[in-house]
């Protein structure tokens, strides 16, 4: 588990390990988190939309897999889930301007 290092880590980047899962939300609270790539993690998931305004504080990078709602490759549910995305990536941006979301672009 990540959690015994909280108070320290910067960066997160998993390569070629697709058995690592769980929810990137699961880092949310890391106050020093500067970089977070999941992308070859594609057992991970999630949900964009759950990232509040104090969650990923200092994130300036994130790069998220296919199995996370609302990132790379997914195709929403429904009209209004697009809406709530955008929204939060918005947001994001908006707090964080030297931020960078690798990868993502809509359809």
């Known amino acids: 588990s990540l959690r015994v290092?909280?108070?320290?880590?910067e960066k997160v980047e998993i390569v070629n390990c697709p058995d690592v899962e769980g929810s990137f939300m699961d880092l949310a609270d890391f106050p020093h988190l500067t970089e977070l790539d999941l992308f070859d993690a594609s057992a991970v998931t999630?949900?964009?939309?759950?990232?509040?305004?104090?969650?990923f504080p200092v994130l300036k990078s994130l790069c998220l897999?296919?199995?996370?709602?609302?990132?790379?490759?997914?195709?929403?549910?429904?009209?209004?889930?697009?809406?709530d995305v955008i929204s939060v990536l918005y947001s994001f941006r908006k707090q964080r301007p030297p931020s960078l979301l690798c990868d993502w672009y809509g359809k």
């Open 5 to 9: 290092l909280k108070d320290t880590l």
């Open 46 to 55: 999630g949900d964009l939309r759950e990232i509040c305004e104090h969650e």
């Open 65 to 83: 897999p296919k199995g996370v709602y609302g990132c790379d490759g997914q195709e929403f549910q429904s009209i209004s889930d697009a809406h």
